[in-house]
């Protein structure tokens, strides 16, 4: 069975940071899209930051340049988030997903852990 499971979430203040993890189990994704997304409170999901097996792709949100870092560790099947000067626009529910070779979609998805940034 293959399961997405994130890790490290929980409440900072603005201006602190936080490190997601996503661990995958029940198959390698070495060679797949690793995503992070986000979905905010009455707000559509979004892309928060995607990552090849080259390395980063796009991080989509603006607001998230310079603040958030996606990297994987291949060898652990984990992708991680750095979040860095959070904000109190940055609470949200985050996801980690994978998008194998061949697919347009994400078609794993973990369950979500979510974050919470006091101002």
């Known amino acids: 069975q293959v399961q997405l499971v994130e890790s490290g979430g929980g409440l900072v203040q603005a201006g602190g940071s936080l490190r997601l993890s996503c661990a995958a189990s029940?198959?390698?994704?070495?060679?797949?899209?690793m995503g992070w997304f986000r979905q905010a409170p009455g707000k559509e999901r979004e892309t928060v930051a995607v990552?090849?097996?080259?390395?980063?792709?796009?991080y989509v949100p603006d607001s998230v340049k310079g603040r958030f870092t996606i990297s994987r560790d291949n060898a652990k099947n984990t992708v991680y988030l750095q979040m860095n000067s959070l904000e109190a626009e940055d609470t949200a529910v985050y996801y980690c997903?994978?998008?194998?070779?061949?697919?347009?979609?994400?078609?794993?998805w973990g369950q979500g852990t979510q974050i919470t940034v006091s101002s």
């Open positions: 990552i090849s097996w080259r390395g980063p792709v796009s």
């Open positions: 029940g198959r390698t994704f070495s060679n797949a899209y």
């Open positions: 997903a994978a998008r194998t070779l061949g697919h347009t979609e994400y078609g794993y």
